[in-house]
């Protein structure tokens, strides 16, 4: 089935420090979102890009999208302890005239004080 | 606003016994999905419902699964009989459709255990 894929699966870096994660996907889509995961929460919206856009940034995120590479990139600048939790790209697919969403096996970061 | 609410937030049941997780999504929503998160295959969309109609029930894993949603503010998540491999969290979410992928809201979840 078509679902996003984080990279890498773990992660841990030392505050302050950037944090990449990545996601690829299989098909054409309209969006891309990017939640995150606190342990023991449900997942919290963070960022949607679309389709025609390359960049966006909110805060200390920032998100590109590559349509032509099918992938996307989350990165969160001085990065904090509380940043610690999984990242999850979810993408639908332009094929479906739907709202069906899949999301990837995220990624876990951990922030090391 | 209240977000979206599930219930029971935690559950331990015996094997065989039927369990019913309950959510109500936010207000005004009209898409209304059912996930489920294990460590071993991630999050995985079993069901969600748009204007109160199942759309799309290909991810419920067996028939021993079953959703409804009766009305906009209600919806039911049903395993009869259960077993342990069903020990997941179960998620329920909702989004406003506006005729493209929109924001999805989550409840804080299901913690399911079947011993």
């Known amino acids: 089935s078509q679902q996003g894929e984080e990279d890498p699966q773990a992660l841990s870096i030392q505050e302050g420090e950037n944090a990449t994660m990545n996601c690829s996907y299989k098909?054409?889509?309209?969006?891309l979102q990017w939640y995150r995961q606190n342990s023991g929460r449900g997942l919290v919206h963070l960022i949607l890009?679309?389709?025609?856009?390359r960049e966006k940034h909110s805060g200390r995120l920032r998100v590109t999208l590559d349509t032509s590479k099918k992938s996307s990139s989350l990165l969160i600048t001085a990065s904090r302890a509380a940043d610690t939790a999984s990242y999850f790209c979810?993408?639908?697919?332009?094929?479906?005239?739907?709202?069906?969403?899949?999301f990837g096996k995220g990624t876990r970061l951990h922030i090391l004080p | 606003d209240a977000g979206v609410i599930q219930s029971p937030r935690h559950e331990v049941t015996e094997m065989g016994q039927e369990v019913t997780l309950r959510c109500k999504p936010i207000?005004?929503?009209?898409?209304l999905f059912w996930y489920r998160q294990t460590m071993m295959r991630g999050l995985e969309l079993l069901i969600y419902?748009?204007?109160?109609?199942?759309?799309?029930d290909s991810g419920m894993p067996e028939d021993r699964f079953s959703a409804k949603m009766p009305n906009a503010s209600f919806s039911t998540l049903k395993i009869q009989p259960s077993e342990p491999r069903d020990s997941a969290v179960y998620f329920c979410?909702?989004?406003?459709?506006?005729?493209?992928?929109?924001?999805?809201?989550f409840g804080e979840g299901s913690w399911l255990t079947v011993v």
């Open positions: 890009i679309r389709s025609n856009e």
């Open positions: 207000s005004g929503h009209n898409s």
């Open positions: 979410a909702s989004s406003l459709d506006q005729g493209q992928q929109e924001t999805i809201y």
């Open positions: 979810a993408t639908d697919d332009r094929r479906n005239r739907d709202d069906k969403i899949i």
């Open positions: 098909t054409s889509i309209n969006n």
């Open positions: 419902f748009n204007n109160n109609v199942p759309i799309d």
